[in-house]
């Protein structure tokens, strides 16, 4: 049975009167995270002490310890910079024909849909949204849109706006079942609760790492399935390419790709400054575990909701929804500005798709924290 953790408030730099329930959008760094960061700034800063070993050996590191959080191997993770790179690279090696569809969700985030509108403009298949459910649960409407003519499904672990979740496992076998490619943009999920990709068995899964995985901004990960690891990258440099020496001494021009996924690594992918500081930051995540992290958020998310329906606010059904973050509707519509409104009390949450104000906590909140902004809610909303 997975325990809850301890408030871990001291591991963050957060001011007294601040109440951030907004990780859903930017997580804060860990105070590890930002010493390593001002730390890796200095070999920037100073090239002549560059150690042209470090940053390979440091993007291997981090590669492995996201795979770890993903019950995936070093081998099968891509080091990128974005969810859209991510999508881009796996829409260049699936194939789509005139006549087949690929599934998305209603409102589905853009970075994971232009991609696959475009492959559907480019290939004549239907670009087909599942519907919004009246109690939160995807997994039916999603299940109903994926046939035999479906040539993939581009879905997230759970909606962004209010975090109703979708039975991925379900969805991953009906895909199967079908032919269908199966990818996943788990930026909402990956490092706050538990994902294996053995149970899952996507062909791509991608999760941009700014947000619950607590590292800085243009990085991601994307992990590709062991059938997919000889497709085409986006962009083709001498680290993804066989055999990559430290110091470029030699002009060499190998023919092959580098191992596994490392071919769809972005350029640039040594990054002096993001590496150190992820590998803090994900080398904490494993410590504390997502399930962990899952199992105490879910607590605060319980409150949050249980505010909610007492004020007769809508919000999906417990067994529909993550526990790491919540959507909460009034039954009038917030005005747009209301999280500038909450900004100027010190309290910091997200207006999503116009009328559902997303909760999203981590392990420095309480349900003090959550009870603050219901209280904040009432004054602004009347």
């Given at each position: 049975?997975?325990?809850?953790l301890d408030n871990q408030r001291h591991l963050f730099d957060i001011e007294d009167g601040i109440t951030y329930l907004n990780c859903a959008s930017h997580a804060p760094h860990l105070k590890t995270t930002y010493e390593a960061g001002v730390q890796a700034l200095g070999r920037k800063y100073h090239p002549w002490t560059i150690d042209n070993s470090e940053a390979p050996a440091e993007a291997e590191r981090l590669r492995?310890?996201?795979?770890g959080l993903i019950g995936a191997t070093a081998d099968d993770v891509a080091l990128i910079n974005s969810t859209s790179y991510g999508a881009a690279t796996a829409a260049k090696n699936l194939p789509a024909a005139a006549g087949q569809n690929i599934v998305v969700i209603t409102d589905q985030f853009p970075s994971n849909l232009f991609s696959w509108r475009r492959l559907a403009q480019d290939s004549g298949a239907e670009l087909r949204a599942a519907a919004w459910p009246d109690d939160g649960n995807w997994t039916p409407?999603?299940?109903d849109c994926i046939d035999a003519d479906t040539a993939i499904a581009a879905l997230p672990p759970c909606h962004w706006s209010d975090g109703a979740k979708l039975d991925l496992m379900a969805i991953g076998q009906k895909c199967r079942d079908v032919g269908a490619a199966l990818v996943i943009d788990a930026t909402q999920a990956a490092g706050a609760m538990p994902i294996d990709v053995a149970a899952i068995q996507p062909d791509f899964l991608i999760a941009s790492a700014y947000k619950?995985?607590?590292c800085p901004y243009t990085l991601a990960f994307l992990?590709?399935?062991?059938?997919?690891q000889n497709g085409a990258p986006l962009e083709m440099h001498r680290w993804n390419m066989a055999e990559p020496a430290p110091d470029a001494i030699a002009v060499e021009y190998p023919d092959d790709f580098n191992t596994g996924a490392r071919r769809y690594d972005m350029g640039e992918r040594n990054n002096f400054v993001n590496l150190p500081m992820s590998i803090k930051s994900l080398e904490q995540l494993t410590a504390w575990t997502p399930a962990a992290i899952q199992e105490t958020l879910s607590k605060l998310t319980a409150a949050a909701a249980g505010m909610a329906r007492e004020r007769g606010w809508q919000v999906a059904d417990d067994a529909h929804r993550v526990g790491h973050f919540i959507g909460v509707r009034p039954p009038q519509t917030p005005p747009s500005d209301i999280g500038a409104r909450l900004k100027t009390r010190g309290i910091h949450i997200s207006l999503r798709g116009s009328t559902s104000l997303r909760l999203s906590p981590?392990?420095?909140s309480d349900v003090a924290d959550i009870g603050r902004v219901f209280q904040a809610l009432d004054e602004e909303l009347g």
């Amino acid at each position: 049975m997975t325990m809850p953790l301890d408030n871990q408030r001291h591991l963050f730099d957060i001011e007294d009167g601040i109440t951030y329930l907004n990780c859903a959008s930017h997580a804060p760094h860990l105070k590890t995270t930002y010493e390593a960061g001002v730390q890796a700034l200095g070999r920037k800063y100073h090239p002549w002490t560059i150690d042209n070993s470090e940053a390979p050996a440091e993007a291997e590191r981090l590669r492995g310890l996201f795979a770890g959080l993903i019950g995936a191997t070093a081998d099968d993770v891509a080091l990128i910079n974005s969810t859209s790179y991510g999508a881009a690279t796996a829409a260049k090696n699936l194939p789509a024909a005139a006549g087949q569809n690929i599934v998305v969700i209603t409102d589905q985030f853009p970075s994971n849909l232009f991609s696959w509108r475009r492959l559907a403009q480019d290939s004549g298949a239907e670009l087909r949204a599942a519907a919004w459910p009246d109690d939160g649960n995807w997994t039916p409407n999603v299940l109903d849109c994926i046939d035999a003519d479906t040539a993939i499904a581009a879905l997230p672990p759970c909606h962004w706006s209010d975090g109703a979740k979708l039975d991925l496992m379900a969805i991953g076998q009906k895909c199967r079942d079908v032919g269908a490619a199966l990818v996943i943009d788990a930026t909402q999920a990956a490092g706050a609760m538990p994902i294996d990709v053995a149970a899952i068995q996507p062909d791509f899964l991608i999760a941009s790492a700014y947000k619950w995985l607590l590292c800085p901004y243009t990085l991601a990960f994307l992990y590709a399935a062991p059938h997919r690891q000889n497709g085409a990258p986006l962009e083709m440099h001498r680290w993804n390419m066989a055999e990559p020496a430290p110091d470029a001494i030699a002009v060499e021009y190998p023919d092959d790709f580098n191992t596994g996924a490392r071919r769809y690594d972005m350029g640039e992918r040594n990054n002096f400054v993001n590496l150190p500081m992820s590998i803090k930051s994900l080398e904490q995540l494993t410590a504390w575990t997502p399930a962990a992290i899952q199992e105490t958020l879910s607590k605060l998310t319980a409150a949050a909701a249980g505010m909610a329906r007492e004020r007769g606010w809508q919000v999906a059904d417990d067994a529909h929804r993550v526990g790491h973050f919540i959507g909460v509707r009034p039954p009038q519509t917030p005005p747009s500005d209301i999280g500038a409104r909450l900004k100027t009390r010190g309290i910091h949450i997200s207006l999503r798709g116009s009328t559902s104000l997303r909760l999203s906590p981590h392990l420095f909140s309480d349900v003090a924290d959550i009870g603050r902004v219901f209280q904040a809610l009432d004054e602004e909303l009347g």
